[in-house]
Nanobody
Framework: QLQASGGGLVQVGGSLRLSCAAS????????MGWYRQAPGKQRELVAT???????DYADSVKGRFTISRDNAKITVYLQMNNLKPEDTAVYYC?????????WGQGTLVTVSS
């Protein structure tokens, strides 16, 4: 089970931090990440991080967003800086491990101009 939090309304140029805590049967080797879906668009990758700390980012967020994780707490974070109106979306956390792919409930991020 994944529980996400931290979304909200922010002005252009502002910052938000998303958190997502996993519970249940979690293997030590996994990939956690954030995806987003804007109105009328498909869900897209934002960033992922492996249990070993390797990260990957969408080009549109490189240099502005930072993904991190606390393996002891099985929690993934997304620090979002210099937010833009095009970052407005529902953000979903994801846990991908052997024979299992889980999604959180989504948290809305709205960037107002």
């Amino acid at each position: 089970q994944l529980q996400a939090s931290g979304g909200g309304l922010v002005q252009v140029g502002g910052s938000l931090r998303l958190s997502c805590a996993a519970s249940g049967s979690i293997f030590s080797i996994n990939v956690m990440g954030w995806y987003r879906q804007a109105p009328g668009k498909q869900r897209e990758l934002v960033a992922t991080i492996t249990s070993g700390g390797t990260t990957d980012y969408a080009d549109s967020v490189k240099g502005r967003f930072t993904i991190s994780r606390d393996n002891a707490k099985i929690t993934v974070y997304l620090q979002m800086n210099n937010l833009k109106p095009e970052d407005t979306a529902v953000y979903y956390c994801n846990l991908n491990q052997v024979l299992d792919n889980q999604w959180g409930q989504g948290t809305l991020v709205t960037v107002s101009s």
